[in-house]
């Protein structure tokens, strides 16, 4: 059984443009929730999606937005990108439902200058 | 927000010896804890799970004790292997957070041979 799968591994973006991110969750799950790692802040929570709905969300700035495809894949955009951005981005997968294991991708390593 | 234990301490252990991970959580409605482990230039890999429910599980080489009464959480690790080295993360998800998961700041252990 495939893990999950982030691509691209590495992206390099300059102040103001805009990024996106995409993530294939393992086949059958349902759930994809989305987390920002940086070695100030930590792992930090920024949205999750469920059956094509976002479900819940963190305190990220409108920047930030995601969505689901029907094959519960995800994607997740940041606009107008700041240096603050540069970050690892990673990916969950879970079943879906009532909170269960949650599997994470290797991460986007996301540079901002 | 409402965190897990926000530092990364460093617990430095000799390969055969057992290693204690501690965590303390701040929200007394969390029910589900995950302990990740995370090396260096990957994602979290899920270890073991916990819900609010039993106070000890185990799996292979690992045990994960939870005090509800203290909200406090450890992962014990038996006959540490230098393959052990990372850095360890403990989540908590409460009602109603969907799969969110609330991530403490992170423990590195390096194992000496």
Known sequence: KAGVTQTPR?????????VTLSCSPISGHRSVSWYQQTPGQGLQFLFEYFSETQRNKGNFPG?????QFSNSRSEMNVSTLELGDSALYLCASSLGGAITEAFFGQG?????V | GESVGLHLPT???QEGDNSIINCAYSNSASDYFIWYKQESGKGP???IDIRSNMDKRQGQRVTVLLNKTVKHLSLQIAATQPGDSAVYFCAENRPGAGNMLTF????RLMVKP
Do not use: A
């Open chain 1, 10 to 18: 590495y992206l390099i973006k300059t102040r103001g443009q805009q």
């Open chain 1, 63 to 67: 920047r930030f937005s995601g969505r």
């Open chain 1, 108 to 112: 986007t390593r996301l540079t901002v």
């Open chain 2, 11 to 13: 617990l430095s252990v």
């Open chain 2, 45 to 47: 890999q899920f270890i």
């Open chain 2, 104 to 107: 403490g700041g992170g423990t």
